[in-house]
């Protein structure tokens, strides 16, 4: 080892306008969901809160809280952030209500304001299969939003199960 001690700069990434975009999800929001539990079954209906803060200018992580279709307190975790190296939105799920843990990539469509995200997780069948999921984040203005996810089919078409309104509370 040399006495030499080599500088190097720390690493710093600038926010992109995918990281502006995110950046308009930071805030204290409530929701209201539907969610079918089944093809028998009605839709439930319930709602909670939600604390959306900024890590940096490059990341957020939400924090979810609400009520569980049949009872009982939901809490949750969202991170999402955008790398430039993939060109794709990136991030993670994990919900007290199960012990998946979800990773997202996904892409913007600027022209309509949807985020769109990919993810593979365990079937809700039960049947221990893993099945294909994708979820959506839509941007209506800065004080409301639309979050939906939908499962692949055997079948080869999606089926939309849940369905979320979000409003800034402040």
Known sequence: MTSETTQ???MTAEPQKEHQWLQRLVGEWTFESEASMGPDQPPEKVSGTESVRALGGLWIISAG???????GLHRSVLTLGYDPDKKRFVGSFISSMMPSFWVYEGELDTGSNVLTLNTEGPSMTGDGKMAKYQETIELLSDDQRVFKSRVLGEDGDWQEFLSMGYRRAR
């Open 8 to 10: 190097q700069a720390p």
């Open 65 to 71: 809280e609400g009520e569980m279709p049949g009872g």
